[in-house]
């Protein structure tokens, strides 16, 4: 069964995946970047919607698994993003994450099929259950109608629980609304079931109210104000910085998100390898990436306090 | 190079997808489903929305290939769906379609991540082509906008045309939008580009403008009188047979139409296997079976002109 050290808590990053200028994943890059995410108390997402893993194979995905896994193994309280339009592909990953001793999954709906019923979404997750039948296993439901345009309704949540306590341990949300979140720490407060913050935009506020804590994107370039916060939410220094992340946050914001982390990364690193994203994303162009990084180094050479003014 | 015979034309079906009770393809049955609609001179769009392809694996779906290959092989005119969220499994696909002799795709763009580019689309199918590098490969953008919500635009269009005449063969419309059918099919005149509509409701209208033809979910079950209507659209029982077609349609229409059909199949077999889908979808409840039943049960006993009294 999973230890508390497996229980995944506080803040996590949907970790970047670095591509090779052959397009390939780098597991190099893949597995240092880990690591500095680590070092800043951020736990890790392996293939969330800002991995580009829509974008990937299962294969792929499974070689970046294995490399984490030759490489010391997967660090407890990592998630593993498994969802995928096809079942038997949901399953696969499944496996593969428990194979590389991770039993946390984070799962998005079949995505394709849209307007689809709350039963048939409930068979969806039910089928992954049964056919793995591994009590270890950990469903962290991803909720981003947004981009999946498939929900997990409230009614939805409470009949899964009902029917798999246990299996499901919690939720991310991402459908960008605050008072959805609190909505779900309240709706499901007898339950054995973390919520998730799907950004830090309200972290005081959802942690407060009684969230697991926060997997957001930009706690990849981030991870270590956002951490700090998430463990500090109730001490005074709380809302300068929640502001201070929150400013950090709108400067990513402007851009295709996904993108412009990259492109700081790199500038940080000074690896261009670091920007490469895959199609249908693009890069940024020259005045936007001038832009981003003035404003990231503009925002450097500031107090936490001076940012907001 | 491409034939005139091996060009889609006129009347096709997103073949549906039987599953056997264990809930893998049966190859028999599909088959045998491929041989009723080519006797009824509908063609074949292996792996389309309504054949549940994004509930598919692509190893799932190079064994159907397979199967039909070794079968005789596809017909000619044959189209294979290969769009998928990720390119890599695109171009696997689109291999496996040309090796078994079938040089007509038609794609989906990557549809997880929305609000995308027009340049990042661009280069999603440009890499295709590249990547592949064949000269016999036609593609035929899948415009399916209320499920992918990611529609290739008019300039998009036009741009992958100019860079690509010959690769870039037609489009599916399925934007559920006469007037853009309309709008294609005067937009890229010049242009060798076939455009399909996505369902029969305007087939006169469409075809009266130069349409190539229709791809309609609905000739999995009214291929016949689909694939005559298409051929007489310019004959004087053009107008009744329009009528009836759509009237069938909509009977279909008042429930989950992948469902819908299969249940109908089933019962015209006396195969209940054919009614089975794969989650996220669900079958027709009893009574919406039985109202559908019903309906198709009476429509047939009226001749067209009585049905549409």
Redesign the interface.
Known sequence: MTTIEDRPAGTLAPVLTPFKPDGSPCTRRFKEHCQRLLEQDVGLVLFG?NSEA????AH?KRNLLEALREAGGLPPGTMVGVGS?????TLELTRAALDSGCSNVLML??????G??D???F??VA?VIESIGDARLRIYLYHIP??S??PFSMSLIGRLLGAYPGAIAGIKDSAGDPVHTLDLISEFRGHSFDVFAGNETHLVDVMQAGAAGVISATANVNGAAIAHLCNAWNTPVAPAEQAAANHLRAAFSKYPMITAMKTAIAARLGDATWARV?????ELDAGQKDALLSELIAMSCRSPHEQLS
């Open positions: 919607t829509a974008s990937m194979t792929e339009c096809a079942l038997a592909e709906p079949p995505f394709f099929y849209k689809v019923s039963e048939g979404l068979r969806s089928r947004a981009v345009q498939v895959r199609a249908p994303l693009i």
